[in-house]
T-cell receptor
Framework: KNEVEQSPQNLTAQEGEFITINCSYS?????LHWLQQHPGGGIVSLFM???GKKKHGRLIATINIQEKHSSLHITASHPRDSAVYIC???????????FGKGTRLHILP | DTGVSQDPRHKITKRGQNVTFRCDPI?????LYWYRQTLGQGPEFLTY????????KSRLLSDRFSAERPKGSFSTLEIQRTEQGDSAMYLC?????????????FGPGTRLTVL
């Protein structure tokens, strides 16, 4: 079992739908990072959080430290949100990042 | 642009050839990381530097792989005698050691295809 698990692996939705991507981890962390990767390969940082909730535009990230779970939500989804979303846990043992396998999101117009 | 840069963005090579990739981190960052990402997977750690010192290498980094960061600024990753299994996206990231956690900033990656 991976130390960082994401679900779903693939998600196709219609434009405008509310999207939720989940991340569960089994290691102790100092922070959790949500990343976006477009087909060209470059990785963009969305949120870094260690507690609570953060919001930026249509994106919201939450984390529950006790349950070792984080969610990324996209409101009013748009085709340009189509990308791979990666959850990355910053281990508090050794400062390493443990990556999830990513969730491939496809928003249909 | 003051982000992390990587060169080249794409590399196609024949099996058995040597390839070298370069990463330029954000200038004030003292840590530099290399990752490999294969299709459908998240990035996997290869190695990291603090300044010019290579502090850790993954078991994924076979003896055909070598990384350097000679002056604590840019880094190179060389793969000797490439194999088809080396085909992947090679990502570089940098961070500034600063306390609670050290957010890593990623470059655009170098996509390697070994024919």
């Amino acid at each position: 079992k991976n130390e960082v698990e994401q679900s779903p692996q693939n998600l196709t939705a219609q434009e405008g739908e509310f999207i939720t991507i989940n991340c569960s981890y089994s290691v102790g962390i100092s922070a959790l990072h949500w990343l976006q990767q477009h087909p060209g390969g470059g990785i963009v940082s969305l949120f870094m959080l260690s507690s609570g909730k953060k919001k930026h535009g249509r994106l919201i990230a939450t984390i529950n430290i006790q349950e070792k779970h984080s969610s990324l939500h996209i409101t009013a989804s748009h085709p340009r949100d189509s990308a791979v979303y990666i959850c990355a846990a910053y281990s508090n043992r050794d400062d390493k990042i443990i990556f999830g396998k990513g969730t491939r999101l496809h928003i249909l117009p | 642009d003051t982000g992390v840069s990587q060169d080249p963005r794409h590399k196609i090579t024949k099996r058995g050839q040597n390839v070298t990739f370069r990463c330029d981190p954000i200038s004030e960052h003292n840590r530099l990381y290399w990752y490999r990402q294969t299709l459908g997977q998240g990035p996997e750690f290869l190695t990291y530097f603090q300044n010019e010192a290579q502090l850790e290498k993954s078991r994924l980094l076979s003896d055909r792989f070598s990384a350097e960061r000679p002056k604590g600024s840019f880094s190179t990753l060389e793969i000797q005698r490439t194999e088809q299994g080396d085909s992947a996206m090679y990502l570089c990231a940098s961070s500034q050691e600063s306390g609670a956690y050290n957010e890593q900033f990623f470059g655009p990656g170098t996509r390697l295809t070994v024919l």
